[in-house]
Nanobody, 114 residues
Framework: QVHLVESGGGLVQAGGSLRLSCEAS????????FAWYRQAPGKQRELVAQ???????DYANSVKGRFTISRDNAKNTVDLQMNSLKDEDAAVYYC????????WGRGTQVTVSS
């Protein structure tokens, strides 16, 4: 059973930075593509960034140049460095594999104050 635990969210001023982390278990981590998703109130969950087992990354246009996804296969973690945060980045952030499993973690809340 895959278990995903997100952390690192919080309140940040617009223009600030946060680093999210996801610890995964119950999966062959090194062979899996992982992704960060987010869901803002009243909106559908959307894909933010993904990283393949080989380290290839891809980003939603809205976060390109501001967010960086990375992984540590030794620690079974996937991080999301978020810089130059905007109001529209406020959401609950989730990590999951890509394509996403039906099971999701609790996510971590990111709040951006302007």
């Amino acid at each position: 059973q895959v278990h995903l635990v997100e952390s690192g969210g919080g309140l940040v001023q617009a223009g600030g930075s946060l680093r999210l982390s996801c610890e995964a278990s119950g999966i062959i981590f090194g062979f899996t593509t992982f992704a960060w998703y987010r869901q803002a109130p009243g909106k559908q969950r959307e894909l933010v960034a993904q990283i393949t087992s080989g380290g290839t990354t891809d980003y939603a246009n809205s976060v390109k140049g501001r967010f960086t996804i990375s992984r540590d296969n030794a620690k079974n973690t996937v991080d999301l460095q978020m810089n130059s945060l905007k109001d529209e980045d406020a959401a609950v952030y989730y990590c999951n594999v890509f394509p996403a499993l039906r099971s999701w973690g609790r996510g971590t809340q990111v709040t951006v104050s302007s």
